[in-house]
């Protein structure tokens, strides 16, 4: 089955700054890989998302790119904002009909540091 | 509509007795999903719906868990006989299930204590 790895755990940046989450996955087949925001106490939240077809992808200061042949895709996040603090997931899911499921990383704690 | 919910947001139960869950997914979205994240990780797959049919189910789910959809709209996951293991975070997602539209949409979560 698929496998994805995130780095790093937990991450600190200065309010202003950049931040990049880094996940790579194992499945050749995957296809769609989404990025998640978590609050505490909330369920993930759907930021971005990304196809296998597109290299990269931007939303005003979020933005993810995708090495498919490297089999990995990171999340960056620009002039990052102390509302931008929580955990954030990669996922993957590969298309093989009737076989949907999403596999996440681990997880990276972002801290903004005002 | 406001996206998914899930009832009941918090449960506290002893060990060994029977505990149930609900979820309401988005309207129209053909796709029903459970997860169940620990503190500290991601959300792992349960099990997921389309429609009213139970599609896949994870080897994480034991014999002690069962999840219904029965009309194709909102969905059950029962523990029975509850251990503590199963302290966790349950999740239910959906999504709109038609051709290659993979979104999934979570709803806040059950936060499952066993004492």
């Known amino acids: 089955g698929e496998n994805v790895e995130q780095h790093p755990s937990t991450l600190s940046v200065q309010e202003g700054d950049s931040a990049v989450i880094k996940c790579t996955y194992s499945?050749?087949?995957?296809?769609?890989f989404p990025w998640y925001k978590q609050e505490l106490g909330k369920g993930p939240q759907l930021i971005i998302d990304?196809?296998?077809?597109?290299g990269e992808k931007k939303d005003q200061r979020i933005a993810v790119t995708l090495n498919k042949t490297a089999k990995h895709f990171s999340l960056h996040i620009t002039e990052t904002q102390p509302e931008d603090s929580a955990v954030y997931f990669c996922?993957?899911?590969?298309?093989?009909?009737?076989?949907?499921?999403?596999?996440f990383g681990t997880g990276t704690r972002l801290t903004i540091i005002p | 509509d406001t996206g998914v919910s899930q009832n009941p947001r918090h449960k506290i139960t002893k060990r060994g007795q029977n505990v149930t869950f609900r979820c309401d997914p988005i309207?129209?979205?053909?796709?029903l999903y459970w997860y169940r994240q620990t503190l500290g990780q991601g959300p792992e797959f349960l099990t997921y719906?389309?429609?009213?049919?139970?599609?896949?189910k994870s080897r994480l789910l034991s014999d002690r868990f069962s999840a219904e959809r029965p009309k194709g709209s909102f969905s059950t996951l029962e523990i029975q006989r509850t251990e503590q293991g199963d302290s966790a975070m349950y999740l239910c997602?959906?999504?709109?299930?038609?051709?290659?539209?993979?979104?999934?949409?979570f709803g806040p979560g059950t936060r499952l204590t066993v004492t």
């Open positions: 997602a959906s999504s709109l299930g038609r051709d290659t539209t993979y979104e999934q949409y």
């Open positions: 499945d050749s087949a995957s296809n769609y």
């Open positions: 990304i196809r296998s077809n597109v």
């Open positions: 996922a993957a899911i590969s298309s093989n009909f009737g076989n949907e499921k999403l596999t």
């Open positions: 309207s129209e979205h053909n796709r």
């Open positions: 719906f389309q429609n009213e049919a139970q599609l896949e």
